[in-house]
């Protein structure tokens, strides 16, 4: 009876997530969302990202949280429109329905932006399940977390086209091996685009920035 | 009209959660559920732990993860009984419920346990929600997760009585002040108790023993 409702609720999620794709199509705008455990580093990789960016695009940002506006106070800095979303009060929600990006995208002037970035709530589960028009998923995995992860959480690497692996820089503190979580990786999803970076350093941080880069200009064409 | 279905879920939850309670009264079994992001080191703590304990007790372990069997493999080598729960056949559930708990409680041979630990899938928001008639709350929170993190994810600190900071030794190489970790942890719940440890090291592991120690001779007297 639970999965029933589940699907029922995925089903209108999912129209309305091809709703906001059609928008965005409209727009041209490239949007990802970014997806990971609490803690992975989601948010230095995007003030760091669009740092770098904002010069070349036109970015707007979505940060998904159960509680706080500590995220979206540490984007916000960089100078572009950040629309916070708190899930609180709908029920402490563990990910970003299609209906909250909908009403979040009604507060950002979408006839300005090149790219949306959203920052998901922390949860290596829930929010693979949830699309929400986005053009990528992108999951960000820490080195700490440890290399079985994409095995023990498949859905979020089956689904996501691109994974991050973050915080290389404290590889040589951690009892293990990086090709594992590689490796690991690959066998959930052996297309899967994948960068392995440092938010922290910037070790590894240009190849995603031309990642995006080049998404977006594809979009905008 | 979610939230509404969600209630009626958690009701009969609580239910089948208040039949373990009586259960484990009833033999005297101190249970406690652990719980926290994906690789905060649940399972590192709870295989050093058992190793420690268990010529004092006899206990068991109930281990709930989506896919695969690795941490029940690994806890298996400690040579006291596991039982594994996959959440997959279960629509890939984010959280153990009480029924899942119940049906494991039957692979074990209550009679002869003093503890049963139930690591819980790794995810920091929903498996809050979900009495499973444990004892004891416990969450684990890594030091490479940040330490805004029991202020971004309230629920699960607040039901928790015991909170347990992960990976100390990583200290020296992390940007943060350890400090605002037990802050943070204490702002959204004043009298939880407080572990500060590494399983890797032993560093600050004979407290967190003890506690066991303390709360299993509780239950048995």
Redesign the interface.
Known sequence: M??K??KK?LGVNDAIAEEIRKLLAEKKIFMFNMMS???SGKTLILEKSVAALKKEFKIGIIVG????T??SERLSKTGVPVVQINTEPF??D?HLGANLIQGALKELDLDKLDIVIVEN??????PA?FEIGEDKKVVVL?L???E??P?????MFRVAQIAIIN?ID?EP???LDRKKFRDNIKKIHPQITLFELSA?TGQGFKDWLDWIRKQARNKIA
């Open positions: 639970e999965i409702v589940v609720v455990s609490p803690g949280d159960i509680c706080t500590r995220d029920g402490g563990c709530v922390g949860n290596l589960v829930c399940e820490s700490p977390e440890g079985d992860k095995l023990k959480y498949p859905l915080k404290l503190h951690l009892d922290k």
